[in-house]
C-alpha cells in the first residue's frame, strides 16, 4: 500500500496519554497506518506529572507496580535494564523491590519514558511508521473543510495534514498572577520554584495531594526530617527559618485519606454498571442516566456480597444520606487526630493485604460513572456536584505513607495547621505582595490574615472552554460549551431565578446546566455547537472535558479512554 493510502494520525503530546494511544495502535493489528507524535517537550512518556515539570526527587507516586495497567513490562521486570545510575540514585533493586510501594515520580517518569521507547521498537518491528517531534509545542489545529484534513501547527511553523488527531496534552496550570505578584503561586509546578529558605508562614490552598506536593518541596528547603527508633519522624527547623510554618486552607477543614490495600489494584476490573444496563436505564428514564441507578447499582449492591453487615448498615440510605454519614465522623473530629487514625487504619490494611472495602468501591463507583457522568440530568449532576464529589475527593486521594508520616511529623513540630475556611471564602492581592485571605471562622465570624507567600495547591482545576488552546477550532466552532439538559424545566426556571449563572434556557424553554469544558460523547469526539459529532478529532486532555468526565484516574483512565478512542478509529 503507498503511503497516500495510509491512515494518518497525529497525537498531540508525549506523557502517559499519548502512551497508552501508541500501544493501542502498536497492537491494533492495523499496519496502514502512520503516526506522528508532538511533544513540547524533550522526552516522551514522563508527561507533567513524573517530569521536573511536575517532580523532584522527594515526590512520590499514589499507585504502586501492581496497580499500574499493563504496558508492556511491568516495573519489576523492566529494572532489568534500567539505567544502573537511575536505580542507584534512588536506591532501587531488584533484590528488594516491593511491587506494592509507591515509587518516585521522577523514577516512575523513567520507567514510562522506558516504555515508550519499547513500543517504539515494537512498532518498528511491526514495519509501522512513526514519527517523533520534540521540543515542538503544537499552538494551533486546524480543520479543512473541503479535504477532510486536519492541519497541526507548531511553534517551528510545521504544517502537516492528518486524516485523524488526538489531543492528549496532559495536565495545564494557567497563571494569573504569578510573576506579576511577590510570593503569589497559581501552583507548586514545576516545584523547582518553591526551592525558598521563608522566615514567615505560608498559606496553602487546598490539602489534596497537590498541596502535599508543594508540603513536602517547602518542607525540605527550611528544615529536615530524622527517622526516630519507632519508625515515626520528627522534623527539626533550619536556623535561618525560624518563623518557617504552613497553614492549610480548605473549604471543609478535612485531609484527605490515606493508601490502603487495594483487593482489587486495578479500578476497572469490577465495573458493575454494564454499557448494556447503562443503556436500559437510559430508556426507561427519558435519556437520562439515573444518579441513584448509578449508586444503587455500582456500589450499594457490591456489598451484598463482599460486606452484609456494612450493607444493612447502608442500604436504606439515600445517596445524600450515605454522604452525610460517612462525612459526618469527618466533620467531627480534629483532622490531624483523624488522620493518625486512618494511619493506622491503613497501615494495618497494608500488613494484613485487606481491603477497606468501602474506600475502595467508593473508587470504583467513582471511576465507573465517569464515562456515562454526561447522561446525567442537570438536577443528578448538581446532586453529585453538590454531595457525592466531595466525598469522593477526599476518600479516594490516596495519601501515601511516606507522605502521611512528613505531614505528622510537621503538625507534630507546631509548623504544619489546616483552616476550614467556608464557602465565602477570598484572597486580596496586596500590592506590596502576598495576599490577605479573608474568610469566616467555626463561628460564622470574619477573619482576616496576611501572608508574604500564598500556592495555590487545589489540584488541577476543570478549564473552560475560553481557555481551550487551540484558537481555530474554538473559532470556527469545532468545539462548544459543555452543558447538561434539565429533566424538569421548573427545576431549571427555579435555577435560573435564583440567580444561577451556569444556567441557560434555549428557544424552545429547554433548560441547560454548563458544566466545565467542551462537550464530547462516549467515544471521547469533540461535539460542535449542534451536537454533532467531529469524527476526526478526539481529545484525552483531562483539564478540558471535566465537566462531562468529573473523575481524575490517572493511568487507568488513559488505559480505558484510549481504548474507546482506538476501537472508535478503526470501528
Known amino acids: 500500500m503507498t503511503m497516500e493510502n495510509k491512515k494518518r494520525i497525529a497525537i498531540i503530546g508525549g506523557g502517559p496519554s499519548a502512551l497508552f494511544m501508541l500501544k493501542r495502535l502498536v497492537e491494533s493489528g492495523e499496519e496502514d497506518l502512520e503516526i506522528e507524535i508532538f511533544e513540547k517537550s524533550d522526552k516522551l512518556g514522563a508527561g507533567m506529572p513524573y517530569s521536573q515539570a511536575g517532580a523532584n526527587d522527594e515526590h512520590v507516586t499514589n499507585v504502586s507496580d501492581n496497580e499500574i495497567p499493563t504496558i508492556l513490562t511491568s516495573i519489576h521486570e523492566w529494572l532489568a535494564v534500567a539505567p544502573k545510575e537511575l536505580l542507584q540514585r534512588f536506591d532501587i533493586t531488584p533484590e528488594k523491590f516491593n511491587e506494592y510501594k509507591v515509587l518516585p515520580r521522577l523514577f516512575f517518569g523513567e520507567y514510562l519514558s522506558g516504555q515508550f521507547h519499547m513500543l517504539l ?6 514495519k509501522l511508521n512513526i514519527k517523533i517531534n520534540l521540543q515542538q509545542p503544537v499552538i494551533d489545529i486546524i480543520e479543512d473543510s473541503v479535504t477532510n484534513l486536519i492541519s497541526v501547527e507548531t511553534t517551528q511553523m510545521i504544517n502537516k495534514s492528518f486524516d485523524v488527531c488526538v489531543l492528549c ?4 496550570w494557567p497563571t494569573k498572577y504569578e510573576g506579576s505578584v511577590k510570593g503569589y503561586f497559581d501552583s507548586p509546578y514545576p516545584p523547582s520554584k518553591l526551592a525558598l529558605q521563608l522566615n514567615h508562614p505560608v498559606a496553602i490552598r487546598g490539602t489534596s495531594l497537590t498541596a502535599i506536593d508543594a508540603i513536602r518541596t517547602l518542607a525540605r528547603n527550611n528544615g529536615t526530617f530524622e527517622k526516630k527508633e519507632d519508625g515515626t519522624l ?5 536556623q535561618v527559618s525560624s518563623g518557617f510554618k504552613m497553614i492549610l486552607h480548605s473549604r471543609s477543614g478535612l485531609l484527605p485519606a490515606i493508601r490502603f490495600h487495594l483487593e482489587d489494584s486495578h479500578l476497572s476490573n469490577h465495573s458493575q454498571l454494564t454499557d448494556s444496563l447503562i443503556q436500559e436505564n437510559r430508556k426507561n428514564n427519558n435519556g437520562f442516566l439515573s444518579l441513584d441507578f448509578v449508586f444503587e447499582k455500582a456500589f450499594k ?4 456480597d463482599k460486606d452484609l453487615d456494612f450493607y444493612l448498615t447502608i442500604k436504606d440510605l439515600s445517596l445524600e444520606e450515605f454522604v452525610e454519614k460517612m462525612m459526618d465522623l469527618r466533620e467531627r473530629l480534629d483532622p490531624f487526630v483523624l488522620f493518625k487514625s486512618e494511619f493506622k487504619e ?3 490494611s497494608i500488613q494484613r493485604r485487606e481491603s477497606i472495602y468501602w474506600k475502595e468501591m467508593l473508587a470504583i463507583l467513582s471511576f465507573t460513572m465517569n464515562y456515562p457522568a454526561k447522561h446525567f440530568s442537570a438536577e443528578d449532576m448538581q446532586r453529585l456536584q453538590a454531595h457525592l464529589s466531595h466525598l469522593i475527593s477526599v476518600v479516594i486521594a490516596f495519601v501515601p505513607q511516606t507522605s502521611a508520616r512528613e505531614l505528622v511529623a510537621l503538625h507534630e513540630a507546631g509548623l504544619l495547621n489546616i483552616v476550614a475556611v467556608g464557602p465565602e471564602n477570598r484572597i486580596e492581592i496586596e500590592q506590596k505582595g502576598g495576599v490577605t485571605y479573608h474568610y469566616k471562622d467555626d463561628e460564622n465570624v470574619m477573619q482576616s490574615a496576611y501572608y508574604h507567600t500564598f500556592v495555590d495547591s487545589m489540584g488541577q482545576k476543570h478549564l473552560s472552554l475560553e481557555e481551550f488552546p487551540f484558537r481555530s477550532l474554538l473559532k470556527n466552532k469545532s468545539v462548544s460549551q459543555a452543558r447538561i439538559k434539565f429533566r424538569s424545566a421548573e427545576a431549571g426556571e427555579k435555577e435560573l431565578q435564583n440567580g444561577n ?3 441557560e434556557k434555549d428557544n424552545n424553554h429547554t433548560y441547560y446546566l454548563r458544566v466545565p469544558g467542551i462537550s464530547i460523547n462516549d467515544d471521547f469526539q469533540l461535539l460542535d455547537n449542534y451536537g454533532a459529532l467531529n469524527e476526526r478529532i478526539f481529545i484525552m486532555a483531562v483539564p ?10 490517572g493511568l487507568d483512565f488513559c488505559e480505558e479512554a484510549s481504548k474507546r478512542i482506538v476501537s472508535k478509529i478503526f470501528r
Do not use: C, M, Q
Open 346 to 348: 491503613a497501615a494495618k
Open 544 to 553: 478540558y472535558i471535566g465537566g462531562f468526565n468529573p473523575d481524575y484516574s
Open 234 to 238: 520528627s522534623y527539626n527547623l533550619n
Open 121 to 126: 521498537k515494537k512498532a518498528e518491528e511491526k
Open 301 to 304: 449492591e457490591v456489598f451484598r
Open 501 to 503: 449563572t451556569n444556567v
Open 169 to 172: 496534552t496532559g495536565h495545564h
